[in-house]
């Protein structure tokens, strides 16, 4: 036998190592599927199903590449699982008895007595509270959404980035790999509380990204609020809430006092939102605010933050310390080079 | 296969620090340096048609739970951990299924003899089967694998050397059944 060639390749070939190399050569890892093209998006780099692992094969960032395609891949197109947790929750017109198959259109609803779990394909699940109406709305491969028309709904996705939406009358909440739960009232107003990873709240061009431990609320037509943590006190959420919500001058200049005064450094969250939301004038001073509480990182400028240079205020979140920002970033950016 | 003490090889150390601290670039550059090991290791044990779905969960726990790691030489003998536990656990919750026989093609092609030298070489004592796929199929030489898995090269060395004593043995007797 020669060991040099078994060893690293070198000295003379055994012909029979050679042919074994030839012939389980077939099964090596193959790059192309599960590595990067930069530049791709995720959607345009879908593909016809052709196995279990070719759904986003060349997608644009790690995320797709490593988790995206094993979890996409499997979801069915039989809908979703509901099972019943208490009480007589309904798949349509029909009460589950145990489990039921809810279809894209199909609503679960669940009286006062009532709790059921959405089976979200492979990805994830969704509890039900009692007083919910849900509907599927997609179960495509790369796009699973429910509508949250009113109720609460507690939400556990291990799947990557984007995979999962809920709807509700006044935002979408994205999942970014999380547990949360999101409540909608008859109003239509939703209160999305974060355990754990990362959600984005969208609507209409306006995001607000909420990590574990914080809370975003959502108005009609306004769209998500600014996210603040838990634990900061109450004059701080209220005076949040009446600079989202509210329109009175004087109401918001007093509310911005207020968010100027308490926020901690933890609730530099709250205020890297603000930044982006206020007028010119109201962002030259939360910006003086923040630096204050998290000095900006070489580079990013006072000038640049004011005129919403993108790049200084992604710099500056990244040293908020809110953990993996990079996960969401990388997902809606094109791959790195090299 | 036992994980003995680490390699340490250029650079990794500060790219595992990278990822730890959240850089995504350079976690995906260990994703590129080691997605051969990950799939070797998984292709020595569990269904061909799984290893690639498992690969995933491999990286995506590494991924969670980078922050654990302590020491950043370790990576790869961390890595394979976690990919030998994904690979248990695989046996352990999945059922028995006829996937094999989907995969055995018509008898005396090409496809037909790599299954056979494959499901030869899965046959053997673990760490022998885990070196060899990684030589054999991944097309990683002996030191590569040392690195890569924090074996040490005399280990490795030996594991191919009597890896491959079986195999060929192995071989020659299904030659003559």
């Known amino acids: 036998m020669n060991d040099d060639y078994l060893w690293d390749g070198s000295g003379k070939p055994d012909p029979e190592i050679r042919r074994l190399e030839s012939l389980l050569g077939r099964f090596r890892h193959d790059p192309v599927r599960t590595s990067l093209d ?12 052709g196995g279990r692992w070719v759904l986003l094969a060349t997608a644009a960032t790690l995320v797709i590449a490593v988790v995206g395609a094993y979890l996409v891949s499997r979801v069915g197109d039989q809908g979703w699982e509901v099972v019943r947790l208490e009480g007589a929750p309904r798949v349509g017109s029909a009460a589950i008895a145990r489990t039921g198959r809810l279809s894209v259109g199909g609503w679960v609803v669940t009286d006062e007595g009532s709790r059921a779990e959405i089976r979200i394909g492979t990805i994830g699940e969704a509890r039900i509270d009692p007083g919910t109406r849900v509907r599927l709305v997609r179960a495509d491969l790369t796009d699973h959404r429910l509508l949250l028309e009113r109720g609460t709904l507690h939400a556990r996705i291990w799947a990557p980035p984007r995979l999962f939406f809920v709807e509700t009358p006044s935002a979408t909440v994205v999942d970014l790999g999380c547990t949360y739960t999101l409540s909608v009232d008859a109003a239509g107003e939703s209160l999305l509380s974060v355990t754990s990873g990362w959600v984005a709240f969208e609507f209409e061009g306006r995001e607000s990204f909420v990590p574990a431990g914080a809370l975003c609320a959502t108005r009609k037509p306004r769209g998500p609020g600014t996210p603040y943590f838990e634990d900061a006190t109450p004059s701080l959420r209220d005076a949040l809430r009446r600079l989202d919500f509210e329109d009175d001058p004087d109401s918001r200049a007093s509310s911005l006092e207020v968010v100027l005064r308490e926020a901690r450094p933890e609730d530099a969250l709250s205020l890297w939102h603000l930044l982006s939301r206020m007028g010119a004038a109201e962002r030259g001073r939360i910006h003086d605010r923040l630096a204050v509480l998290v000095p900006p990182p070489v580079g990013v400028t006072r000038d640049g933050v004011l005129r919403g240079d993108r790049e200084m205020l992604d710099r500056w979140w990244d040293a908020l310390g809110l953990g993996v920002s990079s996960w969401w970033r990388l997902w809606k950016s094109p791959g790195p080079p090299g | 296969m036992t994980d003995d003490p680490p390699q340490d090889p250029p650079g990794e150390i500060a790219l595992v620090e990278a990822a730890q601290s959240g850089d995504a670039h350079a976690f995906r550059r260990l994703y590129d340096r080691y997605a051969r090991m990950v799939h070797g290791l998984l292709l020595a044990s569990v269904p061909r048609a799984e290893v690639d779905d498992l690969m995933q969960d491999v990286f995506l726990q590494a991924y969670r739970s980078l922050g654990s790691l302590r020491d950043g030489s370790a990576f790869g003998a961390w890595l394979a951990r976690i990919a ?70 005399d280990s490795v060395r030996v594991n191919l050397h009597r890896g491959m004593k079986l195999l060929r043995e192995k071989l020659k007797g299904e030659g003559r059944s």
């Open chain 2, 84 to 153: 030998r536990n994904r690979a248990h656990d695989y046996h352990r919750t999945s059922v028995p299924t006829e996937e094999l026989k989907e995969d055995v093609p018509a008898p005396l092609s090409q496809e037909a003899e790599a299954m056979a030298a494959l499901r030869a070489v899965r046959s053997l004592p673990p760490a022998y089967r885990e070196t060899l796929t990684l030589r054999l199929v991944e097309g990683m030489t002996g030191p590569e694998i040392a690195e890569r898995t924090g074996l040490t090269p």
């Open chain 1, 38 to 49: 930069a530049g791709q998006t995720a959607r345009a780099a879908r593909r016809p199903a």
